[in-house]
């Protein structure tokens, strides 16, 4: 059986956790100072499946807490836990029927040794009370419920937000609650809680509070020194936030393993389409030999045990090769040569993070409703997650008039799907961001992001 088909049908208990996660996100929905009961039974359900677990006594307590109105904030901690588990549970059930499905080895049960090894940060005081007024502000949302929401109850939120932005040692924590705030302001009031993306917003919520509740770690990474060939960039970001990723294969002495850059840079909502690339002048060498097809020599870079490579604009040119080749020798379902995976930290670990690389021909491009979907006839149906392409060349056209492609196997909306980073179409490679080393070379005179730099400096030199 071929790896869509064995794709096609969800694991079991897959089924059983997401609606169990439908029915607890109701619960955020109307807000848990207005539960009923079958918000209450709903709440009764966890109980039951969290018996014998470390959080059964701290989920009891919490039931028994909300049915007496008494609310507290480590009830809603305890919340955030719950529900991390149970999709933390669903990715690992997942990633294996990928791996499986792709014949490839599964990924051990483990964490890298490395984590235990990290040493937490010591916690600053003014740190401690921004977590706090983060985890009391969540409270409160979860309180009034997403369909009762005003901005009164949001805006008093906006002088930590400001405070923890400037804060380097908060950016991950800054760049969720940034979007998550702009987010729930241009909704509110909410005319019709049917259009509340219920899923989407419960997930912020269960990942900042959560955030709060650990400090930042120190992962010690390890020097490594080899040869990175890139295959593909995933962009990402909102009105005040970009970040992209670059996934590649770091091959030396020792082994070959997936690697990936991940670059991030606040914004303004006036920097949009290729002007984003302008926000990463330190990524010019990076993206200048993804686009020309050219292998990158790496000396004693840093490695987090993840995957991670901390990118320091450091590295010398190396010797050309082909993208959609590298993608087939080394990503094609059945090979058996695929490097070592990127793995996830535990505290990270849901479905929405799966990000498997695949390389894949043959297929057949069907139209649905204004969808795409590649078809292998008998052998299966994978649809195209176009929701996640942010590229100004990879578009609808181009993936539809393909013949190869390169992406990520996703699990969005009760489904998989595939993220295409790159297309061969009559010949030629099209990928995710092709323009972006163009730009960097040789920026447009008047761009939105020189034009703000400009007035930065100026206020700066009159302050």
């Known amino acids: 059986m071929s790896f869509p088909s064995l794709l096609n049908k969800l694991p079991n208990g897959a089924e059983a956790a997401l609606s169990l996660i439908d029915e607890f996100d109701q619960c955020f929905l109307v807000g848990f100072a207005n539960l009923d009961r079958p ?26 807490a909300i049915q007496r109105h008494e609310f507290v904030e480590r ?25 499986s499905a792709l014949k490839r080895p599964e990924i051990p049960d483990a964490a890298p040794s490395s984590y235990a090894e990290s040493t937490p940060n010591q916690v ?20 009034v419920g997403y369909a009762r929401l005003e901005a009164s109850t949001l805006l008093p939120f906006m002088a930590t937000l400001e405070q923890i932005q400037a804060e380097p040692l908060l950016i991950r924590q800054a760049a969720l609650l940034t979007g998550f705030f702009n987010e729930l302001m241009s909704q509110v009031p909410v005319a019709d809680s049917n259009t509340i993306p219920t899923y989407r917003w419960t997930d912020l919520w269960t990942k900042a509070t959560i955030g709060t509740l650990h400090s930042t770690a120190n992962h010690t990474p390890k020097q490594v020194s080899g040869t990175l060939e890139l295959l593909g960039l995933d962009l990402r970001h909102h009105a005040n936030l970009v970040s992209f990723t670059a996934y590649g294969v770091l091959t030396n002495d020792e082994r070959m393993q997936q690697v990936k850059i991940t670059l991030s840079a606040y914004k303004v909502n006036a920097i949009v389409d290729d002007e984003i690339w302008l926000l990463f002048p330190n990524a010019t060498s990076l993206l200048n030999a993804f686009v020309e097809d050219r292998a990158l020599h790496l000396s004693d870079i840093a490695l987090l045990p993840t995957g991670d490579l901390l990118w320091q604009g450091d590295s010398k040119v190396g010797v050309k090769y082909n993208l959609m080749q590298k993608a087939a020798q080394l990503f094609a379902p059945d090979v058996s040569n695929v490097p070592d995976p990127c793995l996830i930290q535990p505290i990270d670990r849901h479905p929405i993070q799966i990000a ?21 006839g008998d052998a299966g149906v994978l649809p195209i997650a176009t929701e996640h392409i942010l590229s100004s060349k990879l578009v609808f056209e181009a993936i539809a008039d393909s013949t190869q492609l390169f992406g990520l196997l996703r699990f969005d909306a009760g489904r998989w799907a595939v993220q295409p980073l790159a297309v061969t179409v009559k010949g030629k490679t099209i990928f995710t961001g092709q323009e972006a080393a163009k730009i960097l070379k040789k ?12 007035r930065a400096s100026r206020l700066l030199r009159k302050s």
Request: with cysteine; aromatic share 8%.
């Open 356 to 376: 498997e690389p695949v390389f894949l021909t043959d297929y057949q491009i069907s139209r649905d409703n204004g969808t795409l979907s590649l078809s292998w």
């Open 124 to 143: 600053p005081a003014p740190h401690q009370i921004w977590l706090e007024s983060i985890r009391h502000w969540l409270m409160e949302i979860a309180l």
């Open 75 to 99: 009830h809603f901690t305890v919340l955030a836990a719950v529900r991390a588990a149970i999709l933390g549970s669903l990715f690992d059930t997942l990633k294996q029927q990928l791996r």
């Open 443 to 454: 920026p447009p005179s008047n761009s939105t992001v020189s034009i703000l730099q400009e």
């Open 39 to 64: 918000h209450q039974e709903t709440l009764g359900t966890l109980v039951r499946i969290f018996a014998g677990t470390p959080l059964e006594q701290p989920l009891v307590d919490t039931c028994a």
